[in-house]
């Protein structure tokens, strides 16, 4: 099965993946996308597990996500916030429009080839590409032994070597923020089913994975707040250097578009009536996000 496949896999364990999966630390965000107001392109931002750090900041975000199924789930938090479903590889906003893009926990699931060039297209000069992960700490036994359970042996893509690779960005910064999240037994199982390797399992083997962490919880789980899972939340950011654009023409994309307007999904906006934040192409073709 293909990283992209794996990576549909996540729209049959949407509602897991919400109840279960962590938040990131408040200062994390900040680092990420900076204190003072900006406008934040957040690709693969799933359910909103990182977007609802950037909305309490106060920043102007288009949270986009190749999953509809996903982004629902963002959408009954924060039904003011922009969303788009969209892929890293085709991005539904004007050229050097934002501040900052910012993506977690998805990176590793880009073509980079196709993705880079995109990124460095819509970013302002100076603007910043920021990346991060919620990585296990490992260091501990149970959760190695957790690791094993659900084979998730290698839990992030370095990015670096990618960036500097690609020329379009420069000097990659890193910063790490350690936090734990609290687990009950059925939390570790709905993380557990959220893990795209558990969700492509058949039901036999999905069981086999459950009844084992059952286990691992009977065993580890301790104190009034249960199992203490601990995390370390590893981050990363670069400017991107300047470029000559090529005026390309629009971006077609065929998803739905969300914003503050009430169409219902699946539909697109007409034109007469879209709502603010949105420009449409010259040549009727897929409404753009204008974030400048």
């Not at 916030?81 to 998805?106: G, K, L, M, W, Y």
């Not at 990363?236 to 090529?246: F, G, N, T």
Request: aromatic letters at 6%; hydrophobic letters at 40%.
């Amino acid at each position: 099965m293909t990283d992209a496949e794996r990576a549909l896999s996540f729209a049959g364990v949407a509602g897991a993946y919400d109840r279960a999966r962590p938040s990131y630390p408040r200062e994390a965000a900040e680092w990420l996308a900076g204190r003072a107001p900006a406008t934040v392109l957040e690709l693969g931002a799933g359910t909103g597990k990182l977007t609802d750090q950037l909305l309490a900041l106060g920043h102007d975000v288009l949270a986009t996500d190749p999953l509809d199924e996903m982004l629902q789930y963002l959408r009954l938090r924060h039904p003011d916030c922009r969303t788009a479903v969209a892929a890293a590889e085709e991005i539904p906003v004007a050229a050097r429009s934002v501040d900052v893009v910012v993506s977690a926990q998805a990176f590793h699931w880009f073509d980079v080839a196709k993705a880079l060039p995109e990124i460095a297209r819509v970013l302002k000069p100076e603007g910043v590409l920021s990346l991060a992960w919620n990585v296990r700490d490992d260091r501990i036994p149970w959760v190695r032994k957790l690791g094993r359970l659900i084979d998730t042996p290698t839990q992030e893509r370095e990015p670096a070597g990618a960036l500097v690779t690609s020329r379009l960005f420069g000097y990659v910064e890193e910063r790490q923020f350690r936090f734990w999240q609290p687990l009950r037994k059925q939390d570790l199982r709905d993380l557990v089913t959220s893990r795209s390797n558990v969700a492509i399992k058949s039901p036999d083997e999905q069981r086999l994975v459950l009844a084992q962490c059952d286990a691992l919880y009977d065993e580890y789980g301790r104190g009034p707040d249960g199992m203490l899972l601990p995390y370390i939340t590893h981050c990363y950011k670069a400017v991107v250097r300047p470029v000559v654009l090529e005026d390309t023409g629009p971006i077609h994309l065929t998803g739905h578009l969300s914003g503050a307007s009430t169409e219902p999904p699946g539909e697109a906006t007409p034109a007469a009536v879209s709502p603010p934040g949105r420009t449409r192409d010259d040549d009727g073709g897929t409404t753009l996000f204008s974030l400048s």
